[in-house]
């Protein structure tokens, strides 16, 4: 199988991720995400691939680590599948199935997955040392699920995800859907804002960009990118591009 990420051959803003959007036409092409980080691969739905990378997004934006964003995930994985479902245990419901009961916020708030997301990292900053807990032990730790083992199994997925989506593994997180009709660059910069803060987005006509500097400008640059391309969908965004790399959704099959 080729690789998702081609080489580009033509000129590129150095240091900046460019975001193309155009029209397309719906068809029955496979709609996934696939993240590859050496022999693991994990292919999710696009909604699992949204919220993952809004998981990364928010422990970027707090100056996490990436093992943050794998608890994060693999927890996600466990109470809800990666979906922001409505329902649960008793009174539980959203990504990580927090509970209004146990003072996590309201329904509505749970309900809202930047909210969510930012809940379980206050809860998980408070664990001392979580960053040489295992895994399924840091979970636990905030979770205090009756399955305290379970997280485990969702370890590899997680931390395949977090690698990429956090930047940590160039060009390892690409999705396949076909083209939609044209987007707006102010839903691009709009959903970037609401993960990652603050952003200095340049828009001309119909391309987003995004400069990184700095001496982790190929990490940052890679996070933005493939957050891009997790919601490329949503968002209808044509092509990314960072670092003399591309993703196109005219090509993602």
Known sequence: MRKRWIFLTGFLIAGALIGYLISGSESLRTQQCVAKVGSTRVTTDLEQAKWASFMAAEAHARNLPARATTIAIATAYQESKLHNIDYGDRDSVGLFQQR???GWGSEDQILDPVYAIGRFYDALAKVKGYTDMEITEAAQAVQISGFPDA???HEADARALASALRGE???AFWCEFE???EGSTDDVTAMFTAAYGDVE?????????????????DTVGWSYAQFAVANA?????ANVSFNGMSWTAEDSD
């Open 151 to 153: 997280y485990a199994d």
């Open 169 to 171: 593994s160039p060009a």
């Open 233 to 237: 969908y949503e968002l209808k965004i």
């Open 100 to 102: 209004p009961s146990q």
């Open 179 to 181: 083209p939609r009709h």
């Open 201 to 217: 987005a340049k828009v001309k006509d119909s391309v987003v960009t995004l400069p990184v500097t700095g001496k982790n400008a």
